[in-house]
């Protein structure tokens, strides 16, 4: 005989798989922008059953799974998992954020994306940073949000103000610098030339 601990487990994950059921087949469905009937049509199972499944009161067999994931073109696997949450949030304080000088630079994502950086400056009145020259073939886009952005490349200044976009070679010696009397904001999207293998 198993231990109260087991069966309360046991019956718990068997509750849960209806329900995991219903909400991963009715949200697929929907993110598909389908109606029941149709998903049933496409799947080769009874509009009821369907209108069951989501309803998680229904036991579906093994093949009544099969087809409704290979209409929603999804493995069972994804159908039987808990459902998967629609968002992800960080908070500001869960960014990482770094100060160069009086400069703050915050990545704007909390996940790294292959040979990519993306940071927001914020330079308060009359900071300069230097920035860090990146592999050779690589680009980098500024914009500037608010304020002013003064970018110098090698020896040569541009003076950005709100909507404005520069595209230069990002192995290259520059800087960044706010020349003027409020805080300034911009964004830097880093292209790194891929590293040959």
């Not at 059921?21 to 496409?42: D, F, G, H, Y």
Request: with cysteine.
């Amino acid at each position: 005989m198993l231990p109260y601990w087991q069966k309360v487990n046991i019956m718990s994950t068997t509750h849960s798989i209806p329900a995991s059921i219903a909400r991963n087949v009715k949200q697929l469905r929907e993110a598909r922008n389908l109606s029941q009937e149709q998903s049933a049509r496409l799947s080769g199972v009874p509009r009821a059953t369907w209108a069951n499944l989501e309803s998680g009161t229904a036991n579906p067999t093994v093949l009544v799974l099969t087809k409704v994931a290979a209409g929603l073109q999804v493995s069972v696997e994804e159908l039987l998992s808990p459902p998967r949450a629609t968002f992800k949030f960080y908070p500001v304080s869960a960014l990482q954020t770094a100060g160069r000088g009086s400069v703050q630079v915050r990545k704007l994502l909390p996940d790294s994306i292959h040979n990519m950086e993306l940071d927001r400056m914020e330079l308060p009145p009359g900071s300069r940073m230097t920035g860090i020259p990146h592999r050779t073939g690589t680009r980098e886009y500024l914009t500037c949000e608010t304020g002013e952005v003064v970018l110098t490349v090698s020896e040569e200044t541009l003076r950005l103000t709100p909507g404005d976009v520069v595209v230069f070679r990002g192995d290259q010696k520059h800087s960044y610098a706010n020349p003027g009397d409020r805080t300034a904001v911009a964004y830097s999207i880093v292209v790194l030339r891929p590293i040959a293998e």
